[in-house]
């Protein structure tokens, strides 16, 4: 069974094939994917592929995406989740995006608090690692103030646009989080 995950003002749930629409409508827009080493959607089906991926990867033990949901709308504003998850070395790296409409308002790290504690505890991860781009300003500063350590740069790590990007590698460590 799926986990649900609340925090006062969001619900993390499974993401569902009626997401599609939602997903496809931030995942269309560059500004959301400038951050996300993956080209805008071009369409429906792109969304209903990531879906399906999120589900295949959570079947097969290699990772678990929520979607975000505000309560007070029941609107899907983002997800949330772990990939390269690695239940023998209790490792996992985080990754998430907001509806542009939904940036500044705190949700992301609220989520991202939650989702820490899951993996921490639920999951047994000692790891939790994140790949940021060097120019992502606010999720640079969102995972220090959450505790991060910043371990260094990945020279040109990763391709947006055609374009080969630095990246900051990040970690949490379970044992400096307790």
């Avoid at 989702?115 to 640079?140: C, H, K, P, Q, W």
Wanted: aromatic share 12%; charged share 30%.
């Amino acid at each position: 069974m799926f986990p649900i995950l609340e925090t006062e003002r969001i619900r993390l749930r499974e993401i569902k094939k009626e997401d599609a629409n939602r997903i496809f409508s931030y995942f269309s827009s560059d500004e959301v994917t400038r951050y996300y080493g993956q080209d805008s959607f071009q369409k429906i089906e792109d969304a209903e592929n990531l879906i399906e991926l999120f589900h295949k990867n959570y079947s097969e033990k290699r990772g678990i995406r929520w979607g975000i949901e505000c309560k007070l709308t029941n609107e899907l504003i983002g997800t949330i989740g772990f990939h390269l998850w690695s239940p023998r070395h209790k490792r996992a790296e985080i990754g998430y995006e907001l509806h542009p409409d939904q940036w500044g308002n705190g949700y992301a790290q609220e989520v991202v608090a939650e989702v820490l504690s899951y993996g921490f505890t639920v999951m047994e991860l000692t790891r939790i690692g994140a790949v940021v781009f060097i120019e992502n300003d606010a999720s640079n500063k969102l995972l220090l103030k959450l505790g991060f350590e910043r371990e260094g740069i990945l020279k040109s790590y990763m391709y947006q646009d055609g374009v080969a990007h630095d990246t900051y590698i990040y970690s949490l460590i379970k044992s400096k989080t307790l």
